[in-house]
Structures are given as structure tokens and as C-alpha cells.
């Protein structure tokens, strides 16, 4: 299923020196993906009629591996330019949490992601009180492109979790394609909205955020701003949790490079203190109700496999590792 179209005006975004996040650090198709329904059988994708055309989007290469390259962890290149060998799948059920949107294959990440969502999925337990978190989109078996949604989750160091409480029974195949995550903001967009938003998702953002191997969390901005209200005593925490579209129905954890992975091309870290005093550039009426362009915006074909970093093309043509 596609992302719903996007209306926000690109080159006023660039040019307002307010705007906390450059472009480039997560593009605008990074909207409100959670809700957006799966299939119970998707059909597999058709083979490629010519799999060595220079002019293929890398994404149709990396959508049609359905397991990890057999070679050891490492990633390669940038969060949305990039791909994962030795990546490691995200097992769909634990005690405290369940994997949904099964029919997109895409829980897949770096083994320390994985350890990251399996530890934060305990402490959502304990802290906020919730039986678990359902995990949204991470990555690919091999990272890179994907057919639809995001333009980051390319290196395995990204995972969207949704802002819904993972319910207290085991949800079926189709209940986690089905099944809609919830909407946090208020109609109005200037707030979360309070018959939903708990005291336990400021919990559940405050330990994903408190993990040192995680750099940035991506939340709607009314979300920021309710935790900038709510926040108890030490916040700097909250220097990680930056504003962004979309970010309404689910929070995007970023972990930073692993450290001794050459190669993997990560971003700095914010030390612009908690980011609470400037948030007034998201609820202006134009970055809240954006005019729609006077043209639509010509679809993008994708990156080749040539823009991506050389080493992703072992990745891709390495052999599937052993399904565990
Ligand atoms: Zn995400």
C-alpha cells in the first residue's frame, strides 16, 4: 500500500533557519506509516526482466531478497543511502512484544537493534505498565530501499514503534495487518490528544531515549511538546527526541554507528540543549496545513545500486543466510 501523498512544500522547509532537522536527515516520505494496512498474502513480487539494467531502482533489487546476506555484521553507508549485511531478524513474538505489518518483511536490523527493542520492550513492561510495544517497520534482510514508505531504515540502525500499547493476548497474522495504531494528536494538531496520550508513552520515549546507543527519536511535535511539559526532573533526554512530520501514530528510534563499523556514515550528535523553547516553527498554520503544490510533485524512480555505497553489490549478490 502507498504512503499517502505529500503536501509539504520542500523548498520552504529548506529555507527557514528555524527548521531543527535538515532535509536530509529523514525525507518527507517518512509520514505516518503505521497505519497504513498490509496484506494477509501478499503476492510475491515478479522476477525482474533485467535485473542488471543500470537504470533499476535499487529498491526492487533489495525488495526481492527475503533473507540476510550470509556474511559478517556490518553496515554501509547512511541512513538513507545505505544497506546491512549480517543483519538479523527481529523474532515476531516475545514476551513483551510483537512484530506487526508481518507481509512486509521488514524486520530485519543490526543484531544490536534487535537487543535494543527486545531490552526497551522490558522496560515499556515494567515502567509504563504496558504488556509490551508492537514493533513497526526496521529494515530489510539486507537493508536498502524499500518498494514503499520510508527513505531512512536503510542500514538496520532504525525501527519505528508504534504509540499503542501492545494489547494482553497474541494478535493473529491478521490482526497485525489490520489492525490501526493509534492516532496520539489532537484534530487540531497543536497538542497529543489527552484521551489517548498516558503518562506511559513518556515513559516509553524516555527509556528509548536513555539508551546510550540511541542517537534520535522522531516524534510528532505535539508529542515533543507534551513531553516537554510533562518531563520530570532531568531532561536532557529530551535533546534526542526531535520534532518531525508525521511521527503521530508511532516514534522512530535511530541508534548511532556501531562503533568499529568503518564504513557506516552516521550524523553528529544534537547538543542544542532540549529543543523545548523552539518548537513554535511546527505549529505554524502554513508547516501545519501546507499549501498543496500548484504541480504534482513527478514521482522519484529511486536510487540505482550504482548510488549506493560499491559494497552494498556483495551484499545483494551474497548468499541468503541460514534462516534461524
Ligand atoms: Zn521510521
Known amino acids: 500500500m502507498q504512503a499517502r501523498p505529500i503536501l509539504i512544500p520542500l523548498l520552504a522547509l529548506m529555507a527557514t533557519a528555524a527548521t531543527p532537522l535538515a532535509i536530509s536527515e529523514m525525507t518527507v516520505s517518512e509520514l505516518a506509516l503505521a497505519q497504513d494496512k498490509g496484506a494477509l498474502e501478499p503476492k510475491p513480487l515478479p522476477p525482474l526482466d533485467n535485473p542488471n539494467d543500470p537504470k533499476l531502482a535499487a529498491k526492487e533489487l533489495f525488495a526481492r531478497k527475503r533473507l540476510p546476506a550470509a556474511m559478517p555484521v556490518r553496515v554501509i553507508g547512511a541512513y538513507n543511502k545505505g544497506c546491512i549485511a549480517g543483519a538479523e531478524k527481529m523474532p515476531i513474538t516475545g514476551d513483551t512484544w510483537q512484530v506487526m505489518r508481518l507481509s512486509r518483511n521488514r524486520n530485519f536490523g543490526h543484531p544490536g537493534m534487535v537487543a535494543l527493542l527486545k531490552r526497551l520492550s522490558e522496560k515499556a513492561h515494567k515502567d509504563a505498565g504496558w504488556p509490551g510495544i508492537l514493533v513497526g517497520d526496521m529494515g530489510q534482510p539486507r537493508g536498502g530501499p524499500a518498494l514503499s514508505g520510508h527513505a531512512s531504515h536503510q ?4 525501527a519505528d514503534i508504534w504509540l ?3 494489547p494482553d493476548h497474541l494478535l493473529s497474522r491478521e490482526d497485525r495487518e489490520e489492525m490501526s495504531a493509534t492516532m496520539m494528536v489532537r484534530d487540531d494538531r497543536l497538542d497529543i490528544d489527552p484521551k489517548v496520550w498516558t503518562p506511559g508513552h513518556l515513559a516509553v520515549i524516555r527509556d528509548a531515549a536513555l539508551e546510550p546507543s540511541v542517537q534520535r527519536i522522531f516524534v510528532n511535535a505535539a508529542i515533543k511538546k507534551a513531553l516537554c511539559r510533562e518531563a520530570k526532573g532531568d531532561k536532557s533526554w529530551l535533546s534526542k527526541v526531535r520534532p518531525w512530520y508525521g511521527h503521530d501514530y508511532h516514534f522512530h528510534i535511530r541508534m548511532r554507528c556501531p562503533s568499529g563499523n568503518s564504513g557506516c556514515d552516521g550524523q553528529p550528535d544534537q547538543d542544542d540543549g532540549d529543543g523545548c523553547s523552539d518548537l513554535a516553527y511546527w505549529f505554524k498554520d502554513s508547516v501545519l496545513h501546507p499549501e498543496p503544490p500548484k504541480e504534482p510533485p513527478k514521482p522519484h524512480p529511486g536510487i540505482t545500486l550504482a ?4 559494497a552494498c553489490k556483495a551484499v545483494l ?8
Open 155 to 158: 542500514i538496520g540502525l532504525d
Open 307 to 310: 548510488q549506493l555505497p560499491a
Open 317 to 324: 549478490n551474497a548468499p541468503d543466510a541460514k534462516q534461524r
Open 164 to 166: 499503542t500499547p501492545m
